[in-house]
């Protein structure tokens, strides 16, 4: 297994335009989390989901915000309207409920500059 | 907001010297881990210890925690220049010995090994 993977690693965008992220989980792992950071800062909760169902969404987490995760495998963060201040890492990670004790496994980043 | 304190926010020392950092929490949790980030890069995991235990070692890495005070310790033995990233603890406030997977993550501390 090629572990988490995120896609596009870097976006920039105009301010008002829609971006979507991409996260594809380490294939058996049943949980999927979305988190956002920010330069200097720790990754801080978004979202996230056991199989296809969101269990829980972060305030942080406004309106222009959606995520899904279709069928339970890969996820799609979208993002409308940016902002400037949507400017951030948006890290995926995944983890296998029951088997470990809620390490995550994270993949690289989506980086995002809306200008 | 963030669950963890992190303590230093930077440190720089020689390699081979020994580095520490602190992470104080302020719930209850059923488990504390420590990750790894390289500058632009992803989270790996490095260490998780329960609440039940005191110490844990892997490898150069030792973890303290002391749930009384809602403090940890990662100390990292005999560094090297390619230990040179930002380390972040995480807390996970499940109960009852469960899991809840969802991590709060600290600021981290930037750490800087010199040849």
Same mark, same amino acid.
């Given at each position: 297994? $090629?572990?988490?993977?995120? #896609?596009?690693?870097?976006?920039?965008?105009?301010?008002?335009?829609?971006?979507?992220?991409?996260?594809?989980?380490?294939?058996?792992?049943?949980?999927?989390?979305?988190?956002?950071?920010?330069?200097?800062?720790?990754?801080?909760?978004? $979202?996230y989901?056991? #199989?296809?169902?969101?269990?829980?969404?972060?305030?942080?987490?406004?309106?222009?915000?959606?995520?899904?995760?279709p069928?339970?495998?890969?996820?799609?963060?979208?993002?409308?309207? $940016?902002?400037?201040?949507?400017s951030?890492?948006y890290?995926?990670?995944?983890?296998?409920?029951?088997?470990?004790?809620?390490?995550?496994?994270?993949?690289?980043g989506?980086?995002l $500059?809306?200008? | 907001?963030?669950?963890?304190?992190?303590d230093?926010?930077?440190?720089?020392?020689?390699?081979?010297?020994?580095?520490?950092?602190?992470c104080?929490?302020?719930?209850?949790?059923?488990?504390?881990?420590?990750?790894?980030?390289?500058?632009?890069?992803?989270?790996?995991?490095?260490?998780?210890?329960?609440?039940?235990?005191?110490?844990?070692?892997?490898?150069?890495l030792?973890?303290?925690?002391?749930?009384?005070k809602?403090?940890?310790?990662?100390?990292?033995?005999?560094?090297?220049?390619?230990? !040179?990233?930002?380390?972040?603890?995480?807390?996970?406030?499940?109960?009852?010995? !469960?899991?809840?997977?969802k991590?709060?993550?600290?600021?981290?501390?930037?750490?800087?090994?010199?040849?």
């Amino acid at each position: 297994d $090629t572990g988490v993977s995120q #896609n596009p690693r870097h976006k920039i965008t105009k301010r008002g335009q829609n971006v979507t992220f991409r996260c594809d989980p380490i294939s058996e792992h049943n949980r999927l989390y979305w988190y956002r950071q920010t330069l200097g800062q720790g990754p801080e909760f978004l $979202t996230y989901f056991q #199989n296809e169902a969101q269990l829980e969404k972060s305030r942080l987490l406004s309106d222009r915000f959606s995520a899904e995760r279709p069928k339970g495998s890969f996820s799609t963060l979208e993002i409308q309207r $940016t902002e400037q201040g949507d400017s951030a890492m948006y890290l995926c990670a995944s983890s296998l409920v029951g088997h470990s004790t809620g390490e995550l496994f994270f993949g690289e980043g989506s980086r995002l $500059t809306v200008l | 907001s963030q669950q963890g304190e992190e303590d230093p926010q930077a440190l720089s020392i020689q390699e081979g010297e020994n580095a520490t950092m602190n992470c104080s929490y302020k719930t209850s949790i059923n488990n504390l881990q420590w990750y790894r980030q390289n500058s632009g890069r992803g989270l790996v995991h490095l260490i998780l210890i329960r609440s039940n235990e005191r110490e844990k070692h892997s490898g150069r890495l030792r973890v303290t925690l002391d749930t009384s005070k809602k403090s940890s310790s990662l100390l990292i033995t005999a560094s090297r220049a390619a230990d !040179t990233a930002s380390y972040f603890c995480a807390t996970d406030v499940g109960a009852g010995g !469960t899991s809840y997977g969802k991590l709060t993550f600290g600021q981290g501390t930037i750490l800087t090994v010199h040849p």
